[in-house]
């Protein structure tokens, strides 16, 4: 059975235990704290109060997608046309979307290691292989050409900023990594979801360097729209047609309601605002940690802090377990992300304010002097 191979999300495991502490300090949850903008609720609002409740077209709002194509030219330079563009129920409908075109039973799919765990159980649900290749902090956490070499990959998958370590991707790895693949005819997934949560520098959208490249991204981080569950697909023009008639049979079309409220989304003064409160964050989270823990760099983008715990334990999952029992701090285990060397590491994020996050600090600087 597919499903056999299938892992837990073992954050969300943690998310269910932790929920039992009135009092828990959370560092385990990938999702923003704060609210939406106003214009976006009041576009929800509006969309209610005019009955917005039936389907809309399979690839999506027209008037949506054309503030995405818009977007991508004002950030990137880059021009899409709207038809290329597919909204989907969550970025994860998206990668269903993305692994159906480019995946036939059997063939295998590059995925780095550490790497976030639903990729590789999106894979296992469509008898896809997964073929795992390690990466550490010796180059940032970047996938390189060398390790493509006599993998027999039919796609590849890189994601930037990366979940659960924060890196990006360089502009001249990604264009590496995508000259290699054309030229080998693999196709190129680039899961963008963190795009705009880039703190020191700018981001590449895999665009830049491949027009045919499948790029994902979603509404949930930088929009602050997570239980909206509405993400976007970005397909190559050949594979339009082909795109829309999977989302006709998977979900007919994303969540309407959803897709009018993000109409109001592109709001640049409200997206500067909520990327400088996680700079703010993270600058404040990772002084704090890396008095504590080994954090090998600082992230530069999404709210993730990777932090080595191998001077306290050797099994950073029992730890997790322990600390949340004994203090009441939820972490997420690094067994959650892939094998290579995970275990010794724990994702912390930063997704709470300040005060929230201080205090998860206070409570693991007394308890680790115990734990010596």
């Not at 892992?7 to 999702?31: L, T």
């Not at 994860?92 to 159980?121: M, R």
Request: with cysteine.
């Amino acid at each position: 059975m597919r499903y056999d191979k299938m892992s837990a999300f073992i954050v969300m495991d943690i998310v269910r235990e932790a929920a039992k502490y009135p009092n828990a300090i959370h560092f385990e949850i990938g999702q923003p704290d704060l609210p939406p903008s106003e214009n976006i609720k009041m576009a929800l609002k509006n969309a209610v109060e005019h009955n917005c409740f039936a389907y809309t077209e399979s690839l999506g709002l027209p008037a949506l997608r054309e503030k995405i194509c818009q977007y991508y030219d004002r950030t990137y330079g880059v021009t899409i046309p709207p038809h290329r563009v597919l909204l989907t129920p969550g970025s994860s409908g998206a990668f269903l979307v993305a692994y159906t075109l480019t995946l036939s039973d059997g063939d295998k799919l590059g995925l780095t290691d550490p790497s976030y765990p639903c990729y590789k159980n999106f894979a296992y649900m469509l008898d896809i292989q997964p073929e795992f290749m390690p990466v550490d902090y010796h180059n940032c956490y970047q996938l390189r050409v060398e390790q493509l070499k006599d993998k027999n990959i039919k796609a590849l998958q890189i994601s930037s900023p990366a979940n659960p370590t924060g890196n990006i991707y360089t502009p001249e790895c990604l264009k590496e990594l995508n000259d290699y693949c054309i030229e080998h005819k693999i196709d190129f997934i680039s899961d963008e979801l963190y795009h705009g949560l880039v703190y020191d520098e700018t981001a590449s959208t895999a665009l830049q360097f491949n027009p045919n490249a499948y790029v994902i991204n979603g509404f949930s981080k930088y929009f602050c729209m997570p239980g909206m569950r509405l993400g976007w697909l970005i397909v190559p023009e050949h594979k339009v047609r082909e795109a829309e008639i999977i989302a006709q049979n998977i979900f007919i079309s994303a969540p309407t309601l959803s897709q009018y409220a993000a109409l109001e989304a592109f709001d640049e003064e409200f997206l500067a605002t909520t990327k400088q409160i996680f700079r703010q964050r993270r600058d404040f989270l990772y002084n704090e940690l890396k008095q504590l823990f080994t954090i090998e760099f600082k992230p530069q983008g999404a709210f993730y802090l990777w932090a080595d715990v191998s001077k306290y334990t050797d099994d950073s999952y029992e730890f997790a377990k322990k600390m949340l029992r004994e203090i009441q701090v939820a972490a997420t285990p690094g067994i959650d992300f892939g094998t290579n060397g995970t275990k010794h590491y724990l994702r912390f994020a930063y997704t709470r304010d300040i005060e929230h996050l201080r205090e998860g600090v206070e409570r693991m600087k007394t308890w680790l002097k115990k734990q010596n």
